[in-house]
């Protein structure tokens, strides 16, 4: 009994002709034993060194190609925090927190080179952490797609409700956003600024509903930045579905518009900006940028100068190969004897 009892547990029936259950053994296939077709390729001296010769030669000509691109790339860069404050005004922070004291200011521009249409313009922001964790958490996507959703603060905590009531769009991203505007003027004419598409589509018809207005918005003690229109849906207010797509990075750039006008050489443009984003309470700096663009962008030498440089690392260890190659050559082993290279029979 006790020899009946322990074959049965073992999953076995004591009649040896009897199957064996609950195995686990997987049904016979060449991809479970592994031995499907592959590329197993051996790396001679020769192979290696043509290797590092091919991704150099390919290499090299798109990092340059990439940097004469950003090169061609014409840039206007203007801090004007520091410059907008009153020479009369020692405390910055006290001058910005002063809503009695005027913030126009007026700075002037001058083109370095030509500039074809579309100009760019981006306001600059430096030190700001936009990807700290409890920054980024602080939104309600629920919220800003779906108008029956506004009471959907649960995340946006310390900016979520006023007085009871719930704040749309909430959270502290939403209550940040940019208010400095800026205004051009070119040879005595304004120049018109284009802000329509300067958000990405997907973000407008997906992350903001048609249907969902600010409400409660900058309403309290502490105003953070922009007011928005409590008559326009949120969809359409892409000021905000710029800024709320957060940056990974301290220094980051937003769009703000497009001047579709060409600007020539040494043409002088007047910009009377409202200097009223608050940078000064954590030590962040703010710049305004024009730019043009090329086919690979806007100016950014980082993609050229890493092509160029994995191009010039692979020549130099092509070089370095050859020259051991040359100078003390070692002879190859019979790649027959390799075990996956022998024939069944051999074995």
Not at 198 to 226: M, T, Y
Request: charged letters at 20%; aromatic letters at 10%; proline letters at 5%.
């Amino acid at each position: 009994m006790s020899s009946q009892a322990v074959g049965s547990s073992s999953g076995g029936s004591g009649d040896g002709d009897a199957p064996r259950r609950n195995s686990r053994k997987p049904k016979y296939s060449k991809f479970t034993q592994q031995e499907l077709p592959a590329c197993k390729p051996i790396l001679t001296p020769k192979w290696v060194i043509s290797v590092f010769l091919l991704v150099g030669i390919i290499f090299v000509p798109i990092g340059l190609v990439s940097l004469m691109a950003s090169r061609k790339v014409v840039e206007v860069v203007d801090r004007y925090d520091d410059a907008c404050v009153p020479d009369n005004m020692t405390d910055k922070l006290a001058y910005i927190q002063n809503s009695t004291i005027p913030k126009t200011c007026t700075r002037t521009l001058k083109v370095p080179k030509d500039m074809n249409s579309p100009i760019f313009v981006y306001y600059q922001l430096d030190n700001f952490y936009q990807n700290h964790r409890r920054y980024v958490k602080s939104r309600s996507d629920t919220q800003l797609r779906d108008a029956n959703k506004a009471n959907d603060t649960s995340t946006c905590d310390p900016e979520g409700m006023i007085n009871g009531t719930a704040i749309v769009p909430c959270g502290l991203i939403a209550w940040s956003i940019f208010n400095d505007t800026y205004a051009f003027v070119h040879n005595s004419k304004t120049l018109t600024v284009n802000k329509s598409d300067i958000s990405w589509k997907s973000d407008r018809e997906h992350k903001f509903g048609s249907n969902v207005f600010p409400k409660n918005f900058q309403k309290g003690a502490l105003i953070g930045g922009k007011a928005l229109d409590p008559n326009l849906p949120l969809s359409k207010q892409e000021d905000l579905i710029v800024w709320m797509r957060t940056a990974a990075l301290p220094t980051f750039r937003k769009l703000y518009g497009r001047i579709l006008v060409d600007l020539k050489q040494n043409d002088t443009i007047t910009v009377t900006l409202e200097n009223n984003y608050n940078t000064y309470s954590f030590g962040g700096k703010k710049k305004l940028v024009l730019s043009t663009s090329t086919w690979l962008g806007g100016k950014n030498d980082f993609l050229g100068l890493a092509y160029l440089t994995v191009g010039a690392l692979c020549f130099f260890l092509a070089f370095t190969f050859t020259l051991l190659y040359l100078i003390k050559p070692r002879k190859l082993g019979d790649s027959n004897y390799l075990s996956w290279n022998r024939s069944p029979a051999g074995r």
